[in-house]
């Protein structure tokens, strides 16, 4: 009976180590995805671990945020940021999050102030790479790197929203303020010679 009872616990553990490990890593670097090899890469928010295993693994430079900071901002937040900023070659930028679509008065949505810095971050290639990410990697990452991908790669308008519905952006179709904001986007770029 004990020779039974440790050979199931053996084949347990042969199965269950692989899993949790896995779990974990998932935790760690969620949503984790390649938008551009070399130059974009997208996340959820990781935990500092995580944080550093992507920089140490994919080489990245720049690390853009669009999740709140500040004083108020969960600790988490905020040791991401005090450890980027002490990482000598490592970038950080905090984007404020804004508005998809022009109120009254307003030429432009206020989230264009962000995509106009995410363009220069991107033309500048001692950025790269650059990973972007948000709280759970989906909604606000996944516009900005719609944006991209119709931009720098020259996909259509379709083939991104399929990629934000695969990465989870299922609620796109319910959020008239973002399908405004890309088709807008997407207009421009037809428009350019």
């Known amino acids: 009976?004990?020779?039974f009872l440790s050979r199931v616990v053996f084949v347990a553990a042969v199965f269950a180590v692989p899993l949790v490990f896995a779990t974990l890593q998932t935790e760690s670097q969620r949503n984790f995805r390649v938008v551009e090899p070399g130059v974009l890469y997208r996340s959820g928010?990781?935990?500092?671990?995580g944080l550093k295993r992507a920089v140490h693994d994919y080489g990245i430079r720049t690390v853009i945020s669009l999740r709140e900071g500040g004083p108020d901002a969960p600790k988490f937040v905020r040791d991401e940021e005090h450890w980027c900023r002490s990482q000598a070659g490592l970038y950080f930028y905090g984007f404020p999050v804004k508005g998809w679509q022009a109120g009254p008065g307003e030429a432009e949505a206020p989230s264009m102030a962000n995509l106009r810095q995410l363009r220069a971050i991107l033309a500048d290639p001692r950025h790269h790479p650059v990973l972007i990410h948000c709280f759970a990697g989906i909604h606000r990452t996944g516009i900005y790197c719609a944006v991209c991908r119709m931009e720098r790669q020259g996909w259509p308008l379709d083939r991104a929203l399929d990629e934000m519905r695969h990465c989870g952006y299922v609620e796109y179709p319910d959020h008239a303020d973002v399908r405004g904001f890309l088709e807008g986007q997407a207009r421009q770029?037809?428009?350019k010679p």
């Open 1 to 3: 009976m004990l020779l």
């Open 45 to 49: 928010q990781m935990d500092l671990l």
């Open 189 to 191: 770029l037809a428009t």
